[in-house]
C-alpha cells in the first residue's frame, strides 16, 4: 500500500521505517527540511536501536523517501498517519496540540476523496472531536475523509521492535465507519498475522486507553519505590521485596523496577497531561492520587542528592563527584527530563563539582548543561571523585570490574540510584556501597 506519515520525530521516524519494513511504499512528511535531508540519507536525527539499519536499507531500495511538501503527501497516499509532536504546554501540563490541528488544516484541503487519516500521536480524550471539525471544516466539497485513531506504545530503546511486533494494536473509529477498519487491517495484516491482538473501539477509548496506560504504569513504577523509602527506613531491601511481589500474577515484574524513578519526553508528559484532562473533565477527585505518583518520583531525585551529601560527610560543597548516565534511560540519547541530569544539576548547584559520562548522550547534555564536567569513558570519569553515581543503568556499567576502577578514583564510594550493580562484587573489591532501597 502506498502510505505517509505526517511528522517524522522519534515516533513518526519509527512508524515509517516499520510501514516499509511491512512492504508498504511510505512517504515521511516534516516541515523540518534539515531533518528531512537526514532521514533521506537513512540517519535517524536520534539514537534508536536499529533505526538507522532500516531507514538505510529502505531509502537505499526505494521503498521509504521524505519529503517537506504536504501537497506532495497527500497526493501519493490515500492512508495518512498522524505522527505530530504533542509536548507539554509552556505554561499548563495540558498538550499542546497546536501543531496537531496545524498538520491537520493543512493536510485537509490536499486529500483525495476517501482517504483515511490514522493518528497516532499521544493527545487527550475528545482531541479526535476537534479534529474531525477541522476536517469538516477543510476538506473539499464533496469529499469524505475518514479519521480513526491508534495510539502507539512505544518504548525508547525498543520502539523498532515495538511496532513491528507489538503486544497490542489499538484501533478507534468513528460509528459505522467500516472502512477505516478494513484499510487498517490491511497495511497491519502481516503484524496481525503473527499474532498481535487488535483492540477495535470507539475514538474516545482509544484516546484514553494511551493515557490510562502510562498513568498505571507510572503508578506501578512510583508504588516500588515508595516502598523503597520504607524499606531504607526499616533496614528492608527493596530489591527482594520488588522479588516477592512480582511473582504475584496479578502484580508481575514488568515496571516494578525500584530506583531513581521515571523520567523522559512521553511518561511525566503524559501522566501530567492525562491528570489535567480528568481534572478539566471534572474527575478531580478519582485521579487525585496521580498527583502523589508524580510526587513520588519527583522525591526519588532528591533522597539520591540528599544519600550523596550524607555519604560525602554531610555537604558536597567542593567535593568531585563522578555521575555514571545523562539519558534518561539506556539505549537513547534523549535526555529531556532526565532523572540523571536533575541529580548532577541540583548537586552542581549545591556546590559539588561534577563530571558526567555516558555513551550516547554526552553531546546533548554538553549542550544543555555546559557548566558540568565530560570524560569519554567510564573509568576516567571518577579520576580524583570523591563519590561515583550511577544513575543510568546502560550494560557497560554494569559489566564494569570494580577492582579496576577502584584504582581511578581518590575515594571509593558509590551510590547504585538504579539497583542493577552487583552490591556484593563491590563491596568485596573495598568500596563503600550504598543503594535507594537497601542499605
Not at 55 to 61: R, S
Request: aromatic share 6%; net charge negative; charged share 25%.
Amino acid at each position: 500500500m502506498k502510505i505517509s506519515v505526517i511528522g517524522t520525530g522519534y515516533l513518526g521516524a519509527t512508524h515509517a521505517a516499520a510501514m516499509a519494513e511491512l512492504g508498504h511504499q511510505v512517504l515521511g512528511m516534516d516541515t523540518d527540511t534539515h531533518k528531512v535531508e537526514a532521514l533521506n540519507k537513512g540517519q535517524a536525527p536520534f539514537v534508536e536501536r536499529g533505526l538507522d539499519n532500516l531507514l538505510a536499507k529502505h531509502t537505499t531500495a526505494g521503498t521509504l523517501r521524505f519529503t517537506a511538501s504536504y501537497a506532495e503527501a497527500a497526493e501519493f497516499a490515500d492512508v495518512h498517519f498522524l505522527g505530530i509532536g504533542t509536548p507539554q504546554q509552556s505554561d499548563s501540563c495540558a498538550y499542546d496540540l497546536t501543531h496537531l490541528h496545524a498538520a491537520v488544516r493543512r493536510l485537509a484541503p490536499r486529500l483525495a476523496d476517501g482517504a483515511v487519516i490514522i493518528g497516532k500521536s499521544t493527545v487527550p480524550v475528545g482531541t479526535t472531536t476537534q479534529l474531525r471539525h477541522v476536517l469538516n471544516d477543510h476538506t473539499r466539497t464533496g469529499h469524505r475523509v475518514h479519521l480513526a485513531w491508534s495510539p502507539e506504545f512505544l518504548r525508547e530503546s525498543f520502539a523498532v521492535e515495538d511496532t513491528l511486533r507489538p503486544d497490542r494494536i489499538v484501533l478507534g473509529i468513528e460509528d459505522g465507519d467500516t472502512t477505516s477498519e478494513a484499510v487498517f487491517r490491511a497495511v497491519y495484516a502481516d503484524i496481525l498475522g503473527a499474532g498481535s491482538p487488535l483492540i477495535v473501539t470507539d475514538l474516545p477509548t482509544a484516546e484514553l486507553i494511551k493515557g490510562a496506560a502510562n498513568a498505571f504504569l507510572a503508578t506501578k513504577i512510583s508504588f516500588i519505590n515508595a516502598m523503597a523509602e520504607l524499606c531504607e527506613l526499616t533496614g528492608a531491601d527493596v530489591q527482594q521485596l520488588a522479588l516477592g511481589l512480582g511473582y504475584d500474577q496479578r502484580i508481575g515484574f514488568k515496571g516494578m523496577r525500584p530506583g531513581l524513578g521515571f523520567g523522559g519526553g512521553c511518561l511525566p508528559k503524559d501522566l501530567a497531561g492525562f491528570t489535567h484532562r480528568a481534572e478539566e473533565l471534572g474527575a478531580d477527585q478519582a485521579v487525585s492520587f496521580l498527583r502523589q505518583v508524580d510526587a513520588i518520583n519527583r522525591r526519588r531525585r532528591e533522597r539520591t542528592v540528599e544519600l550523596a551529601r550524607e555519604v560525602l560527610g554531610g555537604t558536597v560543597v567542593g567535593k568531585r563527584i563522578a555521575v555514571w548516565g545523562a539519558a534518561f534511560k539506556p539505549g537513547t540519547d534523549d535526555i529531556r527530563d532526565s532523572p540523571a541530569l536533575a541529580v548532577a544539576e541540583a548537586l552542581h548547584r549545591a556546590g559539588a563539582e561534577v563530571t558526567v559520562h555516558d555513551p550516547s548522550a554526552m553531546e546533548n547534555a554538553r549542550r544543555s548543561y555546559p557548566a558540568f564536567d565530560y570524560a569519554d569513558d567510564p573509568a576516567t570519569v571518577v579520576t580524583g571523585a570523591g563519590l561515583l553515581l550511577h544513575l543510568t543503568d546502560w550494560p557497560q556499567y554494569c559489566e564494569t570490574d570494580p577492582a579496576d576502577l577502584r584504582q581511578h578514583i581518590a575515594v571509593p564510594k558509590v551510590i547504585d540510584a538504579r539497583g542493577t550493580l552487583d552490591v556484593d562484587r563491590w563491596r568485596d573489591a573495598g568500596w563503600t556501597f550504598r543503594a535507594l532501597g537497601r542499605l
